[in-house]
């Protein structure tokens, strides 16, 4: 009787959403827009209840209008008359104008980013690698409308491009009226490997000249030809808007998307990635990832012995992977057994004693907590809770410094080591507790270091006591005072302090005054503490020094498990004590000799022995290349999973049990290390990559790795690090590769050490020895003694330079002869006494054997003479494309000369760095020759100081029959004809003219004025140059102020105003209202867009000043209208007026 509800509701045409329901009364249709109307119909429940229809005029058929949404109600009555429900429709009827989207699918791809929309027109979406088309499904409510797929093949399949394809849905309306372009960018993931162009004309030319691996993801500059990777000029620009190659400052809509360029490189032939390990296929780019997931030559894990082997072998080695040692009974690898049991077998080789006592110290007993709980486990339990919340909280790239929640990551680290602690107090004998806590400290300096989370201040209570401060405090003013003495200056750069330490310490030694040097000498520890990373690990008031330290203990009451020595001897790495670390290792994998990590450790320490048999050189190239590999198979894998995302950072466990990762710098570095052993290599076995490939792969990893870090800490400068080792190296490659070569190599070395000296400049490493010997003179004339002579000797040197580079405009870039202003600097003249030196006859050879070395027509530098014109090719090009400040960094890449040399039993290169990074080492420091002013000297200087590496004298004795007449005159070897001038002419830039400037800002005196007239032409040739105006307005300050305001003045100031733009504005305001210039036009503008930028609180004081003069008040008002982008008559601000007493 009361029952008013419906059985069946349906409409024709359309379909009702959601599907009917008696107890749901909301519906929605969509119709197509040459459907006029509808008809409902309605089955009630009840036979006795009756329905109406809204609209129908008492039937079923409603009438729609187009483009919009009609609601039908249908009123159901029950039979006791009384009882009534009401079922709604909305019918929307599709306006035959409208050219939109309902959806959006695709085949193969996660969600799209933003969620779908129909007004929103752009979307992103990944992919995995291996993912080589997509099936594009455009969706539309309305049949009629014509959707065409830009770019797609039949049915919607769009083949995708090696890293970005865009594609475009056109969509018209059925009337033909509109149309509208749906725009979707898919990425796929990067193939995290080396690849190698079958024309070697492409691999320049596809080349990224930051990361040195193929194009991912082009982008450009606008209005320059350099294209570079998207995430490599992402990081470069990230916190300074300059062009990384030349320092200009970058427009707003800078970024210019380079799809053409990714699919004219997709389209180019490579060779597979696994050539390296037999595989002779040549395809597409656009096919490789598709191809690297199906290759039979992919390299995978034998399950037993842990062991790399291609696809094909797999079960042909699974059969004998491993047999038992007959001395220690532990599984090795069939083939590895003669070296096992030469320097591993913990059977033949005794585990070394522990120098080492392991007890608690007060650190640790801070740490431990008043607990009832007297179960080790549920100890455990809670301390690896909090570990999990610790991951959860760890803030994403962009946001350094900050963590989700109340609660710090450290905080909950903190926690996790106190239960840890807590545990070891009840049972202090179990290793794998001291391995816990050790993990958890070492994660803490990770944390600070990775993510930029720092430690909580404490409060006054909890701070060092003031006996501490105290000490501090006075060493400091010790240190300032000696530094005052020698003339280094107080508050100096850390490297002349201590430079001023040292004299002052051997000076005491010379007058005999022992125990005030001692002294000395523990302020130079002190002080230099200040600026070593392997510090860290030895400071047992660092999380990583107390890490070592319960590593240690770990070892101490484990002394069997090889994870122990592994930990213990990855630390002394970092430490730079390879011989300590060489021992711990090779016990670790004696322990377990198919452990992955181990071995590569192992293979880290052996390359950085000072001694390495021609035996152990080939078993430390396979365990740093099995790490390597192994890595690349891991990162390989996730750029083809979906699941994984690759452009967030997800730690999802502690560093220390996942060794084998990206952010492991000890990793890159060992990659890059095993480049410079594989060089000296006469036969590359199988699996292993030539050694060019694994310095390509070093750089590359290196630029990945620098643009997910979250902060700029240690890890992040240790890679930047590895990526300039890795450029050294190629440009060292290349030199040696030059001799015969046509002027297009030069010109790929000149443009390799121009992109080099930009990287250099944009560098984020601290000031210290090895970087500023790297960069321009300029900046090492400002952290040296201004008075010394080799002071005055480089500021010299940067002025010839200069002034060659802007001499070289206008003339062609490349051969010619070297500048006169090159040719004076002390640099030219000792590679020129040195290559002199280097054409005498050696002393001792007899004249027989010289007589027959000319015979053969052997010169011993006949190659090297014509190395300058080389040189002086890069000299015109580097004058005229790149700026001064980064000239020096590829002029000081000749130091790396001396690594050419390097013998193979020492090849060193990579942890050279490391080194002084670790332990302050400075091995660079002793380079011989000195560094050019310019990316130009550069070339010429590296060319020759690399030459001689290779070139040799081939002396042949004569034999018994053979007579040789030596000639009565020497006949002087005839000179190379210079290399003609060719190429580009050097366009004129700014860049050498600021340099200048700021020489002879430095040197004073009459060069003042020269240097006022260089500014003024860089303004004119540059206007946006911030550095330009501040300096010669600094310059002006002192003799005219109103002429330094003039010069602010002038700068190009446009919508929306810059926080750089904001310090010119202040400048003005201040030295106006300084020289109370209160009257001066430009006052009152000045103040304005200072106020918009920085807010009225930076205007308080200027306009008390003004106020309290009584006569500016129209001038107030104006600056206050001003700022708030009101008019001076606004009434809200006129109240604010009379207020103020201005009205």
């Known amino acids: 009787m009361d029952n008013a509800d419906l059985e069946k509701l349906s409409v024709s045409p359309g379909k009702l959403t959601p599907k009917f329901h008696p107890n749901t009364t909301e519906y929605a249709v969509v119709l197509a827009s040459d459907v006029e109307k509808i008809k409902i119909n309605p089955l009630t429940s009840d036979s006795g209840a009756s329905y109406s229809i809204s609209g129908s005029d008492g039937g079923k058929i409603v009438l729609l209008k187009a483009g919009e949404i009609t609601s039908i109600k249908v009123e159901v009555t029950a039979e006791d008359g ?600 006469p036969n590359v076995p199988c699996g292993v990559m030539p050694f060019q490939t694994y310095l390509h792969l070093s750089s590359m990893l290196a630029c990945d790795l620098m643009a997910r870090l979250v902060a700029r800490g240690n890890t992040y400068h240790q890679v930047e690090w590895v990526l300039f080792e890795s450029h050294f190296k190629l440009l060292q490659v290349m030199l040696n590769g030059t001799k015969g070569k046509q002027c297009e190599q030069n010109s790929n070395i000149s443009r390799f050490c121009e992109n080099l000296s930009s990287l250099l400049n944009c560098s984020t490493i601290p000031p210290g020895k090895q970087i500023l010997e790297l960069q321009e003179k300029l900046n090492c004339y400002d952290n040296d003694d201004p008075s010394s002579t080799k002071a005055k000797q480089i500021l010299h040197d940067a002025e010839l330079s200069y002034r060659s580079s802007i001499e070289q405009e206008g003339s062609p870039s490349i051969g010619g002869d070297p500048s006169s202003k090159v040719v004076e600097q002390l640099w030219f003249r000792e590679r020129k006494a040195k290559r002199e030196a280097e054409k005498k006859p050696p002393t001792g050879a007899s004249q027989k054997a010289a007589a027959s070395a000319a015979s053969k027509g052997t010169t011993p530098v006949g190659r090297g003479v014509v190395a300058p014109s080389q040189g002086r090719g890069a000299v015109a090009r580097g004058k005229g494309r790149t700026p001064p400040s980064r000239a020096a960094g590829a002029a000081k890449t000749p130091s790396g000369g001396s690594r050419g040399k390097t013998s193979p039993t020492k090849p060193t290169t990579a942890p050279a760095r490391g080194a002084v990074r670790g332990a302050g080492r400075i091995t660079a420091g002793k380079t011989t020759a000195p560094p050019a002013k310019s990316a130009t000297s550069t070339t010429s200087h590296k060319s020759r100081s690399c030459s001689p590496a290779k070139q040799t004298t081939s002396v042949q004795t004569p034999t018994a029959k053979t007579v040789v007449k030596p000639p009565a005159t020497p006949t002087p070897d005839k000179p190379a004809e210079p290399e003609k001038a060719s190429g580009a002419l050097n366009k004129a830039t700014y860049h050498p003219r600021l340099g200048l400037a700021r020489v002879l800002m430095r040197k004073g005196g009459d060069d003042i004025s020269e240097a006022h007239k260089l500014y003024e032409e860089v303004i004119s040739m540059a206007p946006t140059i911030y550095d330009a105006y501040i300096e010669l307005a600094d310059s002006l300050v002192k003799l005219d102020a109103v002429k330094a305001v003039d010069i602010y003045s002038k700068y190009p100031f446009e919508e929306p105003l810059t926080f750089d733009d904001a310090y010119l504005h202040g400048e003005i305001v201040r030295l106006l209202m300084k020289n109370g210039k209160f009257e001066d036009p430009r006052l009152g503008p000045s103040m304005i867009s200072l106020g918009k930028v920085m807010g009225l609180t930076v205007l308080e004081k200027h306009v008390d000043t003004l106020d309290k003069t009584f006569k500016y008040s129209k001038l107030l008002m104006e600056v206050y209208a001003g700022v708030h982008g009101k008019s001076i008559d606004d009434p809200d601000l006129k109240q604010f007026f009379k207020f103020k007493c201005w009205l």
């Not at 372009?181 to 691999?203: D, G, W």
């Open 82 to 681: 009384r009882t009534d429900k009401n079922y709604f429709i909305h019918v929307t009827r599709l306006s035959p104008s409208d050219a939109s989207l309902s959806g959006l699918e695709l085949s193969a791809a996660s969600n799209l980013s933003p969620k779908f929309a129909s007004n929103i027109t752009s979307y992103s979406v990944n992919v995995p690698l291996s993912c080589s088309s997509v099936r594009v499904t455009p969706v539309v409510a309305d049949k009629t409308t014509v959707v065409r797929i830009k770019g797609g093949e039949s049915e919607g399949i769009v083949g995708l491009n090696f890293g970005e394809t865009l594609v475009k849905v056109e969509v018209t309306s059925p009337d033909g009226s509109n149309q509208q372009t749906y725009t979707l960018l898919v990425s796929r993931s990067k193939i995290p490997r080396a690849i190698n162009f079958s024309e070697e004309k492409c691999q320049s030319k596809f080349t990224c000249p930051v990361c040195l691996g193929i194009l991912y993801r082009p982008k450009s500059i606008k209005n320059y030809e350099h294209t570079f990777c998207k995430s490599c000029i992402d990081e470069l620009t990230r916190t300074s808007k300059h062009n990384p190659l030349d320092g200009s400052p970058l427009e707003r809509d800078w970024r210019m998307d380079q799809y053409d360029v990714d699919e004219e490189l997709s389209s180019q032939t490579v060779f597979c990635v696994y050539k390296h390990w037999g595989c002779t296929v040549t395809l597409k780019l656009c096919d490789l990832g598709y191809h690297v997931k199906q290759c039979d030559f992919r390299p995978l894990v034998v399950e037993k012995s842990e062991e790399l082997v291609p696809l094909k072998d797999l079960e042909e080695k699974s059969k004998e992977a491993c047999k038992g040692c007959p001395d220690c009974n532990r599984s090795v690898r069939h083939f590895e057994m003669e070296e096992h049991q030469t320097f591993l077998c913990t059977s033949k080789h005794p585990i070394s004693a522990l120098k080492h006592k392991a007890e608690i110290r007060v650190w640790e007993k801070k740490l431990h907590q008043e607990t009832s709980e007297r179960s080790i486990e549920k100890l455990i339990g809670m301390a690896d809770k909090q570990i999990k919340e610790c991951f959860k909280v760890l803030p994403q790239h962009g946001n350094a410094g900050n963590f989700d929640g109340d609660i710090s990551p450290l905080r909950f680290l903190e926690m996790a080591s106190e239960w840890f602690a807590s545990a070891i107090k009840l049972s202090p004998k179990k290793a794998e507790l001291h391995f816990q806590l050790a993990q958890v400290l070492e994660e803490q300096h990770y944390i600070q270091d990775l993510y930029g989370i720092k430690p909580p201040k404490f409060s006054d209570a909890e701070e060092m006591d003031f006996n501490m401060k105290s000490m501090e405090s006075s060493k400091e003013d010790d240190v300032q005072a000696i530094c005052e003495m020698r003339g280094a200056g107080r508050n100096a750069p850390l490297a002349l302090q201590l430079k001023a330490i040292d004299e002052e310490y051997h000076y005491l030694l010379d007058q005999g005054r022992s125990d005030r040097a001692d002294y000395v000498q523990k302020l130079y520890s002190w002080k230099s503490k200040q600026n070593k990373t392997a510090q860290l690990v030895r400071d047992e008031e660092e999380p990583l020094g107390k890490a070592f330290l319960k590593y240690l203990d770990a070892l101490y009451w484990g002394s069997d498990h090889h994870l122990y020595h592994m930990h213990v001897g990855r630390m002394l790495l970092m430490q730079n004590k390879p011989e300590e670390a060489l021992t711990r290792l090779q016990i670790s994998v004696g322990l377990k000799p198919t452990s992955i990590e181990a071995r590569f450790y192992l293979g880290l320490a052996l390359g950085q022995q000072k001694d390495t048999s021609c035996k152990r050189r080939a078993e430390t190239v396979k365990y740093l290349s099995e790490g390597v590999e192994f890595l690349l198979k891991k990162m390989t894998d996730d750029s083809d999973d979906p699941s994984i995302n690759l452009n967030k950072w997800q730690q999802t466990s502690l560093s220390s049990n996942n060794l084998m990762r990206l952010d492991n710098v000890q990793w890159l570095q060992g990659c890059a290390l095993l480049g410079s052993i594989c060089e000296n290599l």
